[in-house]
């Protein structure tokens, strides 16, 4: 179920007391760059923030704590999020006659999931790129005889595998997607930059702008 701001900063808001900062940068900025996003960072006067953005099929969130100099502030996540991760699984057995997908994602309950990018690289140089099915994904053997690695993405999440090896001869790959603190973001070393009632957030994924929300 798809979670709003509204449903996320209660839950952020109970932190951990630091010790008391100037006011200075400290209040709530809100964030709207088009009509699919809505973003929310409030920067509390013990030190501590909370954020929150919603865009598309994106959630995200992040706690910890603040600190201000010359006009900016830099956010240091406290608890680390643990960040999801593919692992290897067990093969899937053939049911009756039918013969198990060449390529299966799954999260570890089994429930088969759909939009993992993946690419292929074949003996001969050769990539296949592609995208699962909640059923998995199959291929002609004949577009690569040689199958060597493959690499794992969930591009909302901005997920990535390393490359892993392919047997010779393998016939059906599993792989789970392991939540973790999956939505959890580690925002330490993020830069936010304050000219009057605006707070410019840079990140590796590119800049949100906030403005200062009037007091109620």
Same mark, same amino acid.
Do not use: M, N
């Given at each position: 179920m798809k979670r709003t701001l509204r449903h996320l900063l209660p839950c952020l808001l109970a932190l951990l007391p630091f010790p008391a900062l100037a006011a200075g940068a400290a209040g709530l900025y809100t964030g709207n760059e088009g009509h699919e996003m809505a973003a929310e960072l409030l920067l509390r006067e013990d030190g501590s923030y909370a954020y929150a953005l919603s !865009? +598309?099929? /994106?959630? *995200? *969130?992040?706690?910890?704590r603040w600190e201000e #100099?010359? +006009?900016? =502030?830099?956010?240091? @996540?406290e608890p680390k999020p643990v960040p999801p991760r593919f692992t290897p699984? %067990?093969? =899937?057995?053939a049911s009756g006659t039918e013969p198990p997908p060449?390529?299966?994602v799954t999260l570890p309950n +089994?429930?088969?999931?759909?939009?993992?990018?993946f690419t292929i690289t074949c003996a001969d140089g050769t990539r296949i790129d592609g995208y699962t099915q909640v059923y998995g994904w199959d291929f002609a053997s *004949?577009?690569? @005889?040689?199958?060597?690695?493959?690499? /794992? &993405?969930? %591009?909302?999440?901005?997920? *990535?595998? %390393? %490359?892993?090896p392919i047997a010779p001869g393998a016939t059906a790959l599993h792989f789970h997607l392991v939540p973790n603190d999956? +939505? #959890? !973001?580690?925002?330490?070393?993020?830069?936010?930059v304050i000219a009057g009632e605006t707070l410019t957030l840079v990140r590796e994924r590119g800049q949100i &702008?906030? &403005? #200062?929300?009037?007091p109620r």
């Open positions: !865009v +598309g099929a /994106l959630d *995200e *969130e992040s706690q910890g #100099r010359d +006009g900016a =502030i830099t956010l240091i @996540t699984a %067990p093969a =899937i057995a060449y390529l299966l +089994g429930r088969g999931l759909a939009g993992i990018d *004949e577009t690569c @005889t040689a199958p060597q690695a493959i690499t /794992l &993405r969930e %591009p909302i999440h901005a997920i *990535e595998s %390393p %490359p892993y999956l +939505g #959890r !973001v580690d925002l330490t070393g993020t830069f936010g &702008r906030f &403005r #200062r929300a009037k």
